[in-house]
C-alpha cells in the first residue's frame, strides 16, 4: 500500500525560503515518477514539479524553474521541495504523489494515482 506523508510547510514572506518533504513506504520507490503538485483556493490542481529515479531527470512548471528543486533521498525514500524566492501566488496546499512507469514523468494530475494529505505553504506580501 502506497503511503506518503507529506511536511514542512508553513507562513513566511515574500522572497522566503521553504523545504517540502515526502516521506513514502509501500511502494518500489526506484520504478515510480513522484511529483509536487499544489491547490490554491479555487484553482485546480495543478504540476509544480516530478523526479523520475530511473533516469533522474526533473520536470517543472515554467512558473517554478529557477527557483524550486526537487530532489530525493534514496535511503530515506524522502522527496524533497526546495522552494526558494516565494511569491505570494506560490501560497496553495502541496501535495505529494507517486505513480507507476517506465515512460518518464508528466506534469498532470490525473496520471498519478497515489496522492498525500497536502501541506499548507502560505506566502504574504
Known amino acids: 500500500q502506497v503511503q506518503l506523508l507529506e511536511s514542512g510547510g508553513g507562513s513566511v514572506q515574500a522572497g522566503g525560503s521553504l523545504r517540502l518533504s515526502c516521506a513514502a513506504s509501500?511502494?518500489?520507490?526506484?520504478?515510480?515518477?513522484m511529483g509536487w503538485f499544489r491547490q490554491a483556493p479555487g484553482k485546480g490542481r495543478e504540476g509544480v514539479a516530478a523526479?523520475?529515479?530511473?533516469?533522474?531527470?526533473?520536470y517543472y512548471a515554467d512558473s517554478v524553474k529557477g527557483r524550486f528543486t526537487i530532489s530525493k533521498h534514496n535511503a530515506e525514500n524522502t522527496l524533497y521541495l526546495q522552494m526558494t524566492s516565494l511569491k505570494p501566488e506560490d501560497s496553495a496546499v502541496y501535495y505529494c504523489?507517486?505513480?507507476?512507469?517506465?515512460?518518464?514523468?508528466?506534469?498532470?494530475?490525473?496520471?498519478?494515482?497515489?496522492w498525500g494529505q497536502g501541506t499548507q505553504v502560505t506566502v504574504s506580501s
Open positions: 504523489a507517486a505513480h507507476p512507469t517506465a515512460n518518464g514523468c508528466v506534469l498532470s494530475p490525473v496520471a498519478y494515482g497515489s
Open positions: 509501500g511502494f518500489t520507490y526506484s520504478t515510480y515518477c
Open positions: 523526479f523520475y529515479p530511473v533516469d533522474g531527470n526533473t
